[in-house]
């Protein structure tokens, strides 16, 4: 499956955007799929993850209760819906997808090819 995420751009702190992830060839609903992202100079890190029927999902400390992941399987898209941004949210954010869900966390075996989002104080 490709993976392309859009909906990145500059916000300031404390608004809102929402990212979307769609397969460009393939289809979302036999994978389970995360948000990862990367700051400047730092490592790659996941976000947010969802299984493919949406039933669990996990977030990392530093996104709990600000972001939100879904899935819509009519559209097959996965959305994250970012809220009270921060400026260390700053991040390149990619979609990735697994038949794993704990690969998703982990070493995804489908990227998409990220988007940015700038987070301004």
């Known amino acids: 499956v490709q993976l392309q995420a859009s909906g990145g751009g500059l916000v300031q702190a404390g608004g809102s955007l929402s990212l979307s992830c769609s397969a460009s060839s393939g289809t979302f609903s036999s994978y389970h799929v995360a948000w990862w992202r990367q700051a400047p100079g730092k490592a790659r890190e996941w976000v947010a993850a969802?299984?493919?029927?949406?039933?669990?999902?996990l977030y990392q400390d530093s996104v709990r209760g600000r972001f939100t992941i879904s899935r819509d399987h009519d559209n097959d898209r996965v959305y994250l819906q970012m809220n009270s941004l921060k400026p260390e949210d700053t991040a390149v954010y990619y979609c990735?997808?697994?038949?794993?869900?704990?690969?998703?966390?982990?070493?995804?075996?489908?990227w998409g090819q990220g988007t940015l989002v700038t987070v301004s104080s």
């Open positions: 990735a997808a697994d038949v794993g869900f704990s690969t998703t966390r982990t070493t995804p075996g489908y």
């Open positions: 969802i299984t493919r029927s949406g039933g669990t999902i």
